[in-house]
């Protein structure tokens, strides 16, 4: 559904007074995510995931330099044209949604976005937000108001509205305990069996392992390996480069051990 | 590629702001000198010269006494500038120190809070006019009536701005460290009101350097021997019915591209002093 | 001995709690978001005074004055350091560390010149880490200091947070963790403090002691 070709992005960045420079930050990076599967991109803060997602949703900054190619569904990806129908994206963190209106509101607008006609909006957006576990009450606040667990469930209530194919989540666990966590990402999974593409985006690699299908590991911009998450076992032994076999072995659940050399 | 395409192709975006800094403060500061340069005699009547239009040897023509005023409003400028800084200077050491009184406590905070929002909303020219009419008009006048109109603004950026770094989290750190209150107003608070100071310095330049011009023009400002802009512009407002309209177009063009070089100055500057520029 | 007593804070954030925190043991403290983590940490450390209830080092107050042996690791690096400050000079304002204490907390050289928002988070957070560990520290709040590291940078913290003899108190939604470093965890539940059951608390001690060993043979 989505391949991600080679893609290079890098920012151009004033360097003293007069020079400027290219920092890259994402090398030469392949993926795919199919339909009804769940791929999850990890790596480190800094190791330009949030990239990805703001690459194939249109969103990078003015200053970025972006190589390579993007295709959904075997064509040239248009972000313009499929972000809001056919992809969505669940965003990091509330500062996403507008501190002023409803939530419920929100919801309804995104029922807009998605190209729902303005009848079905409202009943389509109670509905949204009742899949999540959220009712009236949550609808009536605004976001500052919502737990962080809340906040997510309602911006996965937006993403979901419309037909979107494929869904972006980026950090979908940052700052919310384990429950939570693992109620988002049960979400997720739930949403890919039934038959759509998520791609997540996380550092959190013992979050969803048990999840997620695939896992893209990300290391300062370049991919180490794409590995199914059963690689992920015993010590490690089934994943194919020593960055993923370190990162698996790190995990406080499994061995908490640092790198070779400390 | 033409010279301006050149500049951003091998400039980025900070060095941009800071070139067209210099080079604005180049600009005033080559006419303050040539107009410091020129010759007195060209600043006394010579009656023979009366009202000459803007031509050779004359770039902006002579006003009704033959006087070249082009000299004149090259004088005119460095007064007004002049003014602009005494009165920007005493705005700024007001604001500073009320700022850094308001930090004191709350008490204080909301003394200095109830008396910059009286006084922002009062009018400031009727203000003036009146500070100005009581202590006699001249130019110490002038610069306490834009002095003491001017301060709110400032005072008002920087007790936020103060604030601000005060209830930061990093300041209770700096405490938990054993810094005392001294390290943290030198390391701490300085470096962040320093660039709102000087921002706020020049860019109440112009501020201070109209208002002068407007005194002036209404009477209450600088004495009219002694050139200033407002002082020209209010000569030429009896002269524009006879077509003498360089009397008053001129003065107020150059006061223009004055302003339009302190707001230059002011962008470089800023950009000098912030270390999280714009990409580009 | 870092004792805590009594505290209420937050208009029933914190309604009664008491904990102690021995010299060189590490505790583990969980519990659900908006509990009052985060607070109670503050109050441990000197930055929040309590509306009620004290906080005692060795029997006396905490020092109003000079470097405080508690000190807090927050959990936004961010805010923690001066945004107009040099990488350089945040390492260097509570005491001078050197390089090879640089090195073993992966912050590189060409990092001293930058600007805090030029760093990552995670980056950030080792530098404010390794700026708090001046002489005279004797405990670390640490609150939620390794959830945004990937475990790799996390993996390699730790033992050496653990290996300078501080008293720890680990604040952390990560049960897996909390086994790793604690020999006794909270949690925070409803304004108070519940004693949260280790398990095998024989068998985590000794697996502590097996992976101890492991880490000291690796560096």
Redesign the interface.
Known sequence: MLEVARLSIG?????G????EIVPALRDISLQVQAGEMLAVI?????GKSLLAQAILGLLPA?AVLSGALRYRGAPLDPAALRGRRIALVPQSIAWLDPLVRTGRQVEWAAGRAGLPAAARRPAATAALARFGLGAAAARRFPHQL???MARRAMLAMATLGQAELLIADEPTN????E?AARVLNHLRTLADAGRGVLVIS?D??AVLPLADRVAILRDGALQETAPAAAFRGNGAALASPYAR??WR????I???????? | MNARAKIKARVNARGRLLLTGLTAALLLGGALLAGHGMDAALLRPRFGLAALPPGPGYPFGTDALGRDLLARSLRGLETSLLVGLLAATASTLIALLLAGLAMLGRAADAIVGLAVETCIGLPHLVLMILVAFALGGGVGAVVAAVALTHWPVLTRILRAEFQAVLTADYVIHARRFGHGPWFILRRHLLPHALPQLAVGFVLMLPHAILHEAALTFVGFGIAPARPSIGGLLAEALGSLSAGWWWLGVLPGALLLAAVLCLDGIASGLRAWLSPRVAEA | MLVAHGLHHGGGLLDGVSLTLAPGQVVGLAGPSGAGKTTLGRLLAGHLVPERGTVRLDGVPLPARGFCPVQLLPQTAELAVNPRWRIGRILEEAYTPGAAARRAFGIQDTWLRRYPHELSGGELQRVVILRSLAPGLRYLVADEISAMLDPLTQAALWPHLLGQGLGILVISHNAALLKRLATVTWRLEGGRLHRLPMGDPAGAAADREKWRAEISERV
């Not at chain 1, 790596?43 to 190791?47: C, H, I, K, L, V």
């Not at chain 1, 700052?175 to 384990?178: A, M, V």
């Open positions: 920012f151009r960045r004033p360097l007074l007069w020079r400027r790596g480190a803060s800094g190791a200053h737990s962080g667990g700052g919310l305990d384990p939570n550092h690699l013992a370190a990162l790190a995990l406080p659940e061995g908490f051990l640092p790198a070779e050399g400390g």
